[in-house]
């Protein structure tokens, strides 16, 4: 007696993955067309039939999505950059507000989460958030991926990242602090930050910078750079081996901080260089984090609207539970000047 076939022996036929057979013969939006199309065919020849009850068992939904935070290096214990603190808000209510609830949950790039939510049905989506390189975990987002799991992450769009991205267009954002730094008369600039193909949203930034200086005759190789994680230690000590490396006459008349956490720690260095901001040096930073408006000076920095961010992503995530068709989301920033910089003499 000829045995039944299953969906491993459409998906060898079809050299695909079993999980990608799985979702074309549920119109999945994530398979293409073409694709689903051939996957059909070959079920239809070998006389495949879904099985209902197993099929209705893995749809039930638990009608609550997870958060997952990666921990970041912080100088306290919430292991939270506070940037994410406003997001998880936005997220939170977003959530409450769609009929879903939100399970939080840190993770370390070490566990296989990847594995355990696919598996456990804790939730019928996730989100991602977390700074730090995407190559760490850009083997995970595959296994996501091929298993069919619903998630979106936090972050700039990339052809090279699995899955669907929503995130701030970093190159705007730097484009609009350098041209409004090289409006007041700024030519000599330092970056603070990371800024490789591991962090796109720093690099991004650095990148739009460039662009100003370029645009308005400045050449963009000058600009110094001391690479910096996201605290405000980091950015104090990043600042102190930057002014230790160049001579007094070389020195920037402006720094451009990845961040408002690092801008806070590049200042309090200026600071005890008994340099002033903005009347020595200038300092922006990116974010627009609640302790910005209060840091002395007050901060010019670039603010990422995170209450339109966390409904996008609970929004996108959903229709992604629902099979409906997502695409990236790149959000406009918006530059916001405050006293860290004034008009060059």
């Given at each position: 007696?000829?045995?039944?076939?299953t969906s491993?022996?459409i998906a060898?036929?079809?050299?695909?993955?079993?999980?990608?057979v799985s979702?074309?013969l549920?119109?999945?939006?994530?398979?293409?067309?073409?694709?689903?199309?051939?996957?059909?065919?070959?079920?239809?020849?070998?006389?495949?039939?879904?099985?209902?009850?197993?099929s209705?068992?893995?749809?039930?939904?638990?009608?609550?999505?997870?958060?997952?935070l990666?921990?970041?290096?912080?100088?306290?214990?919430?292991?939270i950059?506070?940037?994410?603190?406003?997001?998880?808000a936005?997220?939170?209510?977003?959530?409450?507000?769609a009929?879903?609830?939100?399970?939080?949950?840190?993770q370390?790039?070490s566990?296989?989460?990847?594995a355990?939510?696919?598996?456990?049905?804790?939730?019928?989506?996730?989100?991602?958030?977390?700074?730090?390189?995407?190559?760490?975990?850009?083997y995970?987002?595959?296994?996501?991926?091929?298993?069919?799991?619903?998630?979106?992450?936090?972050?700039a769009?990339d052809?090279?990242?699995?899955?669907?991205?929503?995130g701030?267009?970093?190159?705007?954002?730097?484009?609009?602090?350098?041209?409004?730094?090289?409006?007041?008369?700024y030519?000599?600039?330092?970056?603070?930050?990371e800024?490789?193909?591991?962090?796109?949203?720093?690099?991004?930034?650095?990148?739009?910078?460039?662009?100003a200086?370029?645009?308005?005759?400045?050449?963009?190789d000058?600009v110094?750079?001391?690479?910096?994680?996201?605290?405000?230690?980091?950015g104090?000590?990043?600042?102190?081996?930057?002014?230790?490396?160049?001579?007094?006459?070389?020195?920037?008349?402006?720094?451009?901080?990845?961040?408002?956490?690092?801008?806070?720690?590049?200042i309090?260095?200026?600071r005890?260089?008994?340099?002033?901001?903005?009347?020595?040096i200038?300092?922006?930073?990116?974010?627009?984090?609640q302790?910005?408006?209060?840091?002395?000076?007050?901060?010019?920095?670039?603010?990422?609207?995170?209450?339109?961010a966390?409904?996008?992503?609970?929004?996108?995530?959903?229709?992604?539970i629902?099979?409906?068709?997502?695409?990236?989301?790149?959000?406009?920033?918006?530059?916001?000047?405050?006293?860290?910089?004034?008009?060059?003499?």
């Open positions: 007696m000829k045995s039944k076939a491993f022996d060898h036929m079809a050299g695909v993955s079993q999980s990608t979702r074309a549920s119109d999945s939006p994530l398979v293409n067309q073409e694709t689903r199309d051939k996957i059909k065919k070959i079920a239809s020849e070998l006389n495949y039939k879904v099985d209902k009850n197993a209705n068992l893995r749809k039930q939904q638990s009608q609550t999505l997870a958060l997952l990666f921990e970041d290096p912080t100088n306290d214990d919430s292991l950059n506070p940037f994410f603190i406003s997001l998880l936005s997220i939170t209510k977003a959530s409450a507000s009929g879903y609830d939100l399970l939080v949950s840190f370390d790039m566990e296989d989460w990847h355990v939510y696919e598996d456990s049905n804790k939730a019928d989506g996730l989100i991602l958030l977390g700074y730090g390189s995407y190559t760490d975990y850009v995970k987002l595959s296994q996501l991926e091929e298993q069919g799991t619903r998630f979106l992450r936090w972050g769009p052809k090279a990242h699995p899955g669907i991205s929503v701030s267009d970093n190159l705007q954002g730097g484009y609009l602090m350098g041209q409004h730094l090289i409006s007041l008369g030519k000599h600039f330092a970056f603070i930050g800024a490789d193909i591991g962090a796109p949203e720093l690099l991004g930034r650095l990148k739009g910078l460039k662009k200086m370029r645009e308005n005759g400045l050449p963009p000058s110094l750079q001391e690479n910096a994680i996201s605290t405000e230690l980091e104090h000590d990043a600042a102190q081996r930057l002014m230790k490396r160049v001579a007094q006459d070389e020195q920037p008349d402006a720094i451009f901080c990845a961040t408002d956490l690092i801008a806070t720690g590049c309090r260095a200026l005890s260089l008994n340099l002033s901001v903005p009347e020595d200038a300092v922006v930073g990116y974010d627009d984090i302790i910005s408006q209060f840091s002395l000076p007050p901060l010019t920095t670039v603010r990422q609207d995170t209450l339109l966390g409904q996008i992503l609970v929004s996108n995530l959903i229709k992604l629902h099979n409906e068709s997502v695409e990236d989301v790149t959000m406009a920033p918006q530059l916001v000047i405050r006293e860290s910089c004034g008009v060059k003499l």
